[in-house]
């Protein structure tokens, strides 16, 4: 069975720009166009967007995608490397976020403990180069 583009993406469950923007980033093949017709996808052509999908959302980016295509099932261990590396980052990433979050929150009560109407203690704080924010 095979798919023109527009019956691929409804299958796959993206856009028909998404799946030429795979493409152009070498994760999905673009078949040969005929003389006359459109161009016909394999229904192997689903998993595989299906699969970057699901790497997307486990928070791979389209290049890191790209190596693990490359590596497949057979290279466990390569895998596996990849995925701790990239769990790495996601615990540095949060430790981010969660330091950015209590910023924001100290400021949010600086703010909130000054009740002048004349200014904006948050972006009083925010403004001035000597107020340094870690």
């Not at 030429?20 to 070498?26: C, E, F, K, T």
């Not at 005929?34 to 970057?52: K, V």
């Not at 790497?55 to 895998?79: P, R």
């Not at 969660?98 to 600086?110: F, G, Q």
Request: glycine content about 4%.
């Amino acid at each position: 069975m095979s798919f023109t583009i527009g019956k691929l993406a409804k299958q796959a469950g993206v856009t028909i720009e998404t799946i030429r923007y795979y493409q152009r980033r070498g994760l999905l093949e673009e078949p040969r166009k005929p003389a006359m017709g459109y161009r016909q996808y394999p229904q192997a052509a689903i998993a595989r967007i299906r699969f970057i999908k699901r790497a997307q959302q486990t928070g791979f980016t389209l290049k890191e995608i790209l190596e693990l295509l490359a590596l497949d099932s057979g290279h466990c261990k390569d895998v596996q490397e990849l995925a701790s590396e990239k769990l790495i980052q996601i615990d540095n990433q949060i430790k981010d976020l969660t330091h950015l979050k209590s910023v924001l929150s100290d400021l949010i009560n600086s703010c909130e403990s000054d009740e002048s109407t004349d200014h904006c203690s948050l972006i009083d704080l925010l403004s001035h180069e000597s107020n340094k924010i870690t």
